[in-house]
């Protein structure tokens, strides 16, 4: 299925949970914020939010710094 990530086409396995699509895009280990259609997909519940075609997915990763 095609959805949208931060901006530009994704091609993605049919019915990726939240938590499936971030290991897909190589992310597992990143400390991150997802928003999909313009509404906070919390951490907690990464693993049963389901990722639907043509979805619009927003991801932007934490740098710590100073």
């Known amino acids: 299925m ?3 990530v ?4 994704v091609e993605t396995p049919d019915g990726l ?6 290991r897909h895009l190589g992310l597992e280990n ?3 914020a ?5 509404e906070i997909a919390p951490r907690s ?3 049963e939010i389901v990722i639907n075609p043509d ?3 927003e ?5 710590g710094g100073g």
């Open 45 to 47: 519940r990464h693993h």
């Open 55 to 57: 979805d619009k997915v």
């Open 6 to 9: 931060n901006g530009e086409p």
């Open 17 to 22: 949970t939240a938590a499936e699509l971030i």
């Open 34 to 38: 997802m928003e999909i259609n313009q």
């Open 59 to 63: 991801i932007v990763r934490a740098i």
């Open 30 to 32: 990143e400390r991150l």
């Open 2 to 4: 095609q959805i949208i």
